[in-house]
Nanobody, 121 residues
């Protein structure tokens, strides 16, 4: 069974940093596009960042210059480094895998359970 498990969330003050991890088990994801999404209370889930196996990345405008997505295929792990966090970054963060599709046309078929990120003033 394919599982994606996020970790690294927590409470952080505005301006601080957190790094989220997502470990994939049950399959190798070396050829998958991997993505991060987030959902704030009362809001729709929104795209944050994506990365292809070769390292190309795509970031949402709201996080460009602050967040970095990376992956370690040998460890079946994708990361989201979040810097200069702001109150509006508070959300549950989810990772997802797209075995098919591409960086700009992904098909996210596998999702993690999410990890809470709370930014305080």
């Amino acid at each position: 069974q394919v599982q994606l498990v996020e970790s690294g969330g927590g409470l952080v003050e505005a301006g601080g940093s957190l790094t989220l991890s997502c470990v994939v088990s049950g399959r190798r994801f070396s050829s998958d596009v991997m993505g991060w999404f987030r959902q704030a209370p009362g809001k729709e889930r929104e795209f944050v960042a994506a990365i292809r196996w070769s390292g190309g990345t795509y970031l949402a405008d709201s996080v460009k210059g602050r967040f970095t997505i990376s992956r370690d295929n040998a460890k079946n792990t994708v990361y989201l480094q979040m810097n200069r966090l702001a109150l509006e970054d508070t959300a549950v963060y989810y990772c997802a895998a797209s075995p098919r599709g591409s960086l700009y046309y992904p098909e996210y078929n596998y999702w993690g359970q999410g990890t809470q990120v709370t930014v305080s003033s």
